[in-house]
Structures are given as structure tokens and as C-alpha cells.
């Protein structure tokens, strides 16, 4: 069975940085794709960013390209999200999921597994 926690999540200073982790485990399948979505209040899941199982594919939404970082570290079985210059925009609960199959997209419903999700809070 695929289980995913994420961690990390918090408050902080607009401008501020936070890394959040995503422990994933019980994966038995090749060239799965892991993401970051988001979703604040009143709105939609967003898709954050992905990264292919061996790590050599990502793709970011535009709106963080620049600030966030994908990665991996496979020995850890760890994805990781670091997001520097943090806006009160960037406020949401935010999940990782397992995709069974790599597409590079970020559409919600390609995803089979989610965590339970990590609260950040960006405060102006």
C-alpha cells in the first residue's frame, strides 16, 4: 500500500522560505511521477510542481517558477519542495501524490495517492 506524509509545513515572514518533505513508501511500480498541489481556501486544488521516479524530469506552474524547487533523494525515498520567496498567495494546504505513471502533468485526477497534507501560512 502507497503512503505518502508530508512535513515541513508552517508560518512564516512573506519574502521567508520553508522546505517541506514528502516521505513516501510502499511503492512498487517503475516511472511513477510525484507532485505538489496546493489548495487554499474557497479554491481549487492547484498543481504545484512534479518530478519523474528517476528524478531527470520536473515541471513547475508558472506561478512558482523561479522560487520553488523540486527534488528527490531516492536512498531517503524522499520528494522535497523547497520554496523560497514566499507570498501570502502561496498560502494553502499542500499534498504530495503518486502518480502510477509519469505524464509531467500536473492535472489532479492523473494522481492515485495523496498525503494528508502540510498547512503553510504566509504571512504579509
Known amino acids: 500500500e502507497v503512503h505518502l506524509v508530508e512535513s515541513g509545513g508552517g508560518l512564516v515572514q512573506a519574502g521567508g522560505s520553508l522546505r517541506l518533505s514528502c516521505a513516501v513508501s510502499?511503492?512498487?511500480?517503475?516511472?511513477?511521477?510525484i507532485a505538489w498541489f496546493r489548495q487554499a481556501p474557497g479554491k481549487e486544488r492547484e498543481g504545484v510542481s512534479c518530478?519523474?521516479?528517476?528524478?531527470?524530469?520536473?515541471y513547475y506552474v508558472e506561478s512558482v517558477k523561479g522560487r520553488f524547487t523540486i527534488s528527490s533523494d531516492n536512498a531517503k525515498n524522499t520528494v522535497y519542495l523547497q520554496m523560497n520567496s514566499l507570498k501570502p498567495e502561496d498560502t494553502a494546504v499542500y499534498y504530495c501524490?503518486?502518480?502510477?505513471?509519469?505524464?509531467?502533468?500536473?492535472?489532479?485526477?492523473?494522481?492515485?495517492?495523496w498525503g494528508q497534507g502540510t498547512q503553510v501560512t504566509v504571512s504579509s
Open positions: 510502499g511503492i512498487t511500480f517503475e516511472n511513477y511521477g
Open positions: 518530478i519523474s521516479s528517476s528524478g531527470g524530469s520536473t
Open positions: 501524490a503518486v502518480q502510477e505513471y509519469w505524464t509531467g502533468e500536473l492535472e489532479f485526477f492523473q494522481y492515485d495517492y
